[in-house]
């Protein structure tokens, strides 16, 4: 696997070499754009020199002269050729062919000569009826244009290297953060999940690193919810399991049926207390992993609450009485079947435990219309428990036997991710409990 610092370097050093090339051949065509203008007013001198010495010298001696007069060895690629009006060569230079430079009256012109391309200036001497040639070969001039090039490019090329040192070391020291924070997090234990500094991390690693640290918060919260259900299974559930075995003990040992039944009684409410419990956790542990599913579907209100009616069966013999509003049978709902059954099985079942023999659990739509409530005639709470009762595991004065404090709790989870939110308050007159399940799905009425 390549490393980032590898994969940017070969980014950063292909990226400056395309730049120095397209640098490379912005100077060749501006150098050889330069070089035609110089070299063109090279040319326009010295046929202006040649046709000065023509009007003093003679054509022949003008010819001699402006060989002679070429010095560096660029103006020994000039050719010069002095002509007649009447078409005769008069005199030449060394290096010029024994044919017409051009056609061209006056001006400049490019010619074909001999497989050779020119570049050739000519001006007219109407008073010495002669016309003077003066051109160099274009091959002259792309070979003078590779050469600057080659001047400027070979050192930049030389310098490439040293310069992929440099990004390289640049790389190291602008990666050095990311290497620390790696070594920083490979040291660490399986259980440090402290926060990583941010104080002095540069900006493009401020986001992982509070990413990270919302990792490590969300992972030392899931683990602290685990220790916290884990002891308190331990401990919640050490005491009917100790009761089912004391009980169990005195039923084998005593002969009197009063005795015995009292603790086949204590058995059954353990073992209820103790399914309870062990439901609820497993029912909190699977809502902290996420939705129970995320598909939903219209719901009618009164199916479910038939079904959740089927555990208030214990209720009939405590004398306790449920009462539908027939208007909330008729309600449909849009949400999750399962996620709504455990939301309204937990608050029936809560009202349930708290509401006294003979009492009465009614169910009906909020004032509102945007919710779900259920109304005890129990005690109610003080306004100092309200606040707390979704909290995990809390219980409050008016406890039950078989309350383990996750009912509420999982209500308000259930909600939560469904949109909604769980209100508790004390009913008028100071007699029981309302919970209101607030902003469920809008309701529609059953087919």
Not at 166 to 191: C, F, N, T
Not at 425 to 434: A, F, S
Request: aromatic letters at 4%; a positive charge; charged letters at 20%.
């Amino acid at each position: 696997m390549i490393s980032l610092r590898r994969r940017l370097f070969a980014i950063l050093v292909a990226a400056t070499g395309i730049i120095w090339l397209c640098g490379i051949l912005w100077i060749f065509v501006g150098a050889k754009a330069e070089l035609e203008h110089v070299l063109d007013t090279r040319l326009q001198e010295a046929a202006r020199m040649v046709n000065s010495l023509v009007a003093r010298s003679g054509p022949a001696l003008a010819a001699t002269a402006s060989a002679a007069a070429t010095s560096d060895h660029y103006e020994r690629q000039l050719s010069c050729q002095i002509w007649s009006f009447d078409g005769r060569l008069i005199a030449r230079s060394g290096s010029a062919p024994d044919v017409s430079l051009t056609d061209k009256a006056s001006g400049f012109s490019d010619h074909r000569i001999q497989g050779e391309y020119w570049r050739v200036y000519t001006i007219d001497n109407p008073a010495k009826g002669v016309r003077v040639m003066i051109g160099d070969r274009l091959g002259q001039r792309d070979q003078l244009a590779r050469d600057l090039v080659k001047g400027l490019s070979i050192p930049a090329i030389l310098m490439l290297p040293l310069l992929g040192g440099l990004i390289w070391l640049s790389l190291g020291r602008g990666l050095r953060p990311l290497l620390d924070m790696a070594v920083e997090l490979k040291s660490r234990d399986v259980d440090d999940m402290r926060p990583l500094r941010t104080q002095h991390a540069p900006a493009e690693l401020l986001p992982l690193a509070k990413a990270l640290n919302s990792l490590f918060a969300k992972v030392e919260t899931a683990r602290r919810h685990e220790r916290d259900i884990t002891a308190f299974a331990a401990h919640e559930l050490r005491t009917p399991l100790a009761g089912l075995k004391t009980h169990a003990q005195i039923a084998m040992a005593t002969d009197d049926p009063g005795i015995r039944q009292g603790a086949l009684r204590h058995i059954l409410l353990s073992v209820d207390r103790s399914t309870r419990l062990v439901r609820q956790l497993l029912t909190l542990a699977k809502l902290e992993s996420g939705p129970v599913t995320s598909q939903t579907e219209r719901i009618c209100l009164g199916d479910v609450l038939e079904e959740i009616g089927t555990s208030a069966q214990p209720s009939v013999a405590q004398g306790i009485t449920v009462r539908i509003d027939p208007a909330l049978r008729n309600f449909t709902i849009a949400a999750n079947r399962d996620s709504l059954a455990i939301a309204l099985r937990n608050l029936h079942e809560n009202a349930l435990q708290h509401s006294p023999a003979g009492g009465t659990v009614v169910w009906n739509v909020t004032p509102d219309g945007r919710g779900i409530q259920v109304e005890d005639e129990g005690p109610g709470m003080p306004p100092e428990e309200i606040l707390q009762a979704t909290q995990r595991f809390f219980r409050g004065k008016q406890q039950t036997p078989t309350g383990c404090g996750l009912g509420l709790a999982i209500v308000e989870a259930v909600l939560q991710q469904m949109g909604g939110w769980l209100v508790l308050e004390n009913r008028e007159g100071g007699r029981g409990l309302r919970a209101m399940a607030v902003l469920l799905p809008a309701a529609t009425s059953c087919p």
